[in-house]
């Protein structure tokens, strides 16, 4: 058996040595200092307290006694709008053409169901039956047991109805635009958004981590400015240029002004100057365009000038969550990096089935959409004709804001003044409500204003009758000022 060598040949000890001697100064004094710090790391405790103090059982309990921990959050003020609306704003029943609120029918200008499929005999009986096979939720995440063939036929309905390759369903409205934003920019990236957007697009954009330029509300100029800066800014940095991605997020049909976004221009710019197109159309899908096809119907636009189209389902198909509909690769991607997708229950099988059927009966009467058009009109048409308030927004929107044509300099006043106007058309049998905010939170807080919501199952008569009774509440508020 070979003996092993412990000792180095007096040669390699030699070379050893030179090699030490010929070795910069500084190089063996940062050597020396990395040495005498592992030997302290080893040598010195983990933790050096403070001395040990012991306390008695009792001298324990009145410790304990008297900690008094601090509150989670604030307490709410009493008069918060939200609290009070909670308790004067009791609905019994379904929130249909008409709605109960406390005991009293009023005519429903309040809720979102745009085109009344909320309630109809022949969803509920659809949903009915799905809950009877499927239950009442799928208690998982789509890629882990929670995809049923509802699902699965509710997206390539969805694909095929906005003539995309590919449509992915989300189980939450909210989540849906604010899961998607952040599932493709990133830190790095510059997003360019129209400063009206909803609250769902602004807790997107804070999740992506992006770099956010905010241009005037449809004002194209403006948004071709930034355009032109980002543009010099990229010429002085070509390599980092080449990496950053911009994306340009718009809604089709703003919820907070109820006018739609200047479609055409935004593609001519999106390809000028190589941007993404992110639009929004939970207020235009199921409204806009001879089909309800949204903005891109609406402006006569191929579904591929846009990158990607979201919108929800709780405003025109009278069920819960929200869809993303694009190229397939485009999709695809959301399967593994949209938040709320990924981590979230999916949508109850009974809901999907609502949506289908909603869509089902949607493209079997396209009558609806054009009664809906007519409604949007006719109410514009008598808001406009009450003296003291102006409405907001484009004629043929079924979300109207109504504001005080003379605004005080205290917001609050002039909440209180629109709350006194809702609170009098609910006496005289109208059902309609303040538009309300976190004012904390949004990036720019649109002005006071009461929002209405007008849906196809309204007939002229009731119109007339509506808008002549607010008429009288806004007469008998602003009159007592």
């Not at 005999?121 to 995440?141: F, H, L, Q, W």
């Not at 604010?178 to 804070?206: M, N």
């Not at 402006?299 to 389902?313: C, G, H, M, N, Y």
Request: with cysteine; charged share 25%; hydrophobic share 40%.
């Amino acid at each position: 058996m070979a003996s092993v060598q412990l000792i180095p040949p007096v040669s390699d000890l030699y070379e050893m040595i030179e090699a030490f001697l010929q070795a910069p100064v500084y190089h063996l004094i940062f050597e020396a200092c990395l040495i005498v710090l592992i030997i302290k790391l080893v040598f010195s405790k983990s933790y050096a307290g403070g001395p040990e103090i012991i306390l008695t059982k009792k001298e324990e309990e009145e410790l304990i006694a008297d900690w008094v921990p601090e509150p989670l959050e604030k307490d709410v003020p009493a008069d918060h709008p939200v609290l009070l609306s909670l308790e004067k704003n009791i609905i019994s029943g379904k929130p249909g053409k008409y709605v109960e609120v406390n005991g009293k029918k009023c005519v429903n200008l309040a809720t979102l169901n745009f085109l009344g499929m909320a309630g109809k005999p022949e969803i509920e009986d659809a949903a009915i039956k799905t809950m009877r096979k499927y239950g009442v939720g799928s208690c998982g995440p789509r890629g882990f047991y929670g995809t049923m063939d509802v699902h699965l036929d509710l997206e390539e309905r969805l694909s095929k109805f906005m003539d995309c390759e590919e449509s992915i369903l989300y189980s939450y409205g909210f989540a849906t635009i604010a899961s998607a934003i952040p599932a493709y920019s990133k830190r790095g990236d510059v997003i360019f958004v129209d400063e009206g957007v909803c609250f769902a697009i602004q807790k997107g954009l804070v999740a992506s981590r992006s770099a956010i330029k905010w241009f005037k509300h449809n004002d194209m100029a403006d948004l071709e400015r930034l355009l032109k800066i980002q543009q010099e800014e990229d010429k002085k940095i070509p390599k980092k240029a080449k990496v950053t991605r911009r994306f340009l997020v718009v809604e089709g049909l703003y919820m907070n002004y109820a006018d739609i976004c200047p479609l055409k221009e935004l593609i001519a710019l999106k390809w000028k100057y190589k941007l993404r197109l992110f639009l929004e159309e939970s207020m235009s899908f199921g409204v806009l365009g001879a089909n309800g096809k949204g903005v891109t119907e609406h402006f006569d636009v191929s579904r591929d000038e846009v990158d990607l189209i979201s919108a929800i389902l709780e405003n025109s198909m009278g069920t819960c969550g929200g869809f993303c509909c694009g190229k397939k690769y485009v999709i695809d991607h959301q399967r593994l990096s949209g938040l709320g997708y990924c981590f979230s229950a999916s949508l109850p099988p009974m809901l999907a089935t609502v949506a289908i059927e909603a869509l089902h009966t949607m493209e079997q009467g396209p009558s609806m959409l054009s009664k809906l058009k007519h409604n949007c009109q006719r109410v514009h048409e008598k808001l406009s004709r009450i003296p003291g308030i102006q409405v907001n927004g484009d004629p043929i929107a079924p979300i109207k804001h109504v504001r005080l044509e003379e605004l005080n300099d205290d917001r609050s006043l002039n909440e209180q003044t629109l709350d006194k106007i809702v609170d009098k058309a609910r006496e005289l049998g109208v059902a309609i409500t303040v538009a309300r905010y976190l004012e904390c939170e949004e990036h720019i807080v649109p002005k006071p204003s009461i929002r209405l919501s007008v849906n196809s199952n309204l007939t002229d008569e009731e119109i007339d009758s509506s808008m002549e009774l607010l008429g009288k509440a806004c007469t008998a508020v602003l009159n007592s000022y």
